[in-house]
T-cell receptor
Framework: EDKVVQSPLSLVVHEGDTVTLNCSYE??????LLWYKQEKKAPTFLFML????IEKKSGRLSSILDKKELFSILNITATQTGDSAVYLC????????????FGSGTQLTVLP | DGGITQSPKYLFRKEGQNVTLSCEQN?????MYWYRQDPGQGLRLIYY???????QKGDIAEGYSVSREKKESFPLTVTSAQKNPTAFYLC???????????FGPGTRLTVL
């Protein structure tokens, strides 16, 4: 059974801080790992990391994938109050009909 | 605008009643999915459909039913057999062969 574990469960920081969110996984036949941001409603897509794309960056957000150690991190630099959300990590295994297995998420709160 | 719509946004149901949640997409996506999210937990897959008139059970299908008569629509019925139906329900879709899923705004179901 595929398994995804995120840490920490929650995190409180002040604006301007840098945060690192962790996602470890146990998946048979790993295919890809996805990060989503959820602000009390629909999760919005951030990044997808695969064997051919192990590092992604968009503005203040960046993510890397370590296929050997089976984990990914999501970095947010110069945090803003608008970054407050639940960050979800999910993995897909080959042959799973594109089923996403989600972690429980990290609740990030950025204080002004 | 292209996107995924879910209705209603909030739904209250008495115990013993069936209720149907709507999900419509105009993204021309082949695959559609239903997830359930409980407080402090990640998303869990209920049902998914990769093509019209075909669908498969996910990890927690008991007490739920779906249909896929049109490409654009994937309604979910929560039956009275579902023992703990109060939750946030999210619908998603993806292009054929793609890993990235895009989510609707969700329906919050409360059983009174």
């Amino acid at each position: 059974e595929d398994k995804v574990v995120q840490s920490p469960l929650s995190l409180v920081v002040h604006e301007g801080d840098t945060v690192t969110l962790n996602c470890s996984y146990e998946v048979t036949n790993f295919r890809s790992l996805l990060w989503y941001k959820q602000e009390k409603k629909a999760p919005t897509f951030l990044f997808m990391l695969t064997s051919s794309g192990i590092e992604k960056k968009s503005g203040r957000l960046s993510s890397i994938l370590d296929k050997k150690e089976l984990f990914s991190i999501l970095n947010i630099t110069a945090t803003q109050t608008g970054d407050s959300a639940v960050y979800l990590c999910a993995v897909i295994s080959s042959g799973s009909a594109r089923q996403l297995t989600f972690g429980s998420g990290t609740q990030l709160t950025v204080l002004p | 605008d292209g996107g995924i719509t879910q209705s209603p946004k909030y739904l209250f149901r008495k115990e013993g009643q069936n209720v149907t949640l709507s999900c419509e997409q105009n993204l021309n996506h082949d695959a559609m999915y239903w997830y359930r999210q409980d407080p402090g937990q990640g998303l869990r897959l209920i049902y998914y459909s990769q093509i019209v008139n075909d669908f498969q059970k996910g990890d927690i299908a008991e007490g739920y039913s779906v249909s896929r008569e049109k490409k654009e629509s994937f309604p979910l019925t929560v039956t009275s057999a579902q023992k703990n139906p109060t939750a946030f329900y999210l619908c998603a879709s993806s292009r054929q062969g793609a890993d990235t899923q895009y989510f609707g705004p969700g329906t919050r179901l409360t059983v009174l």
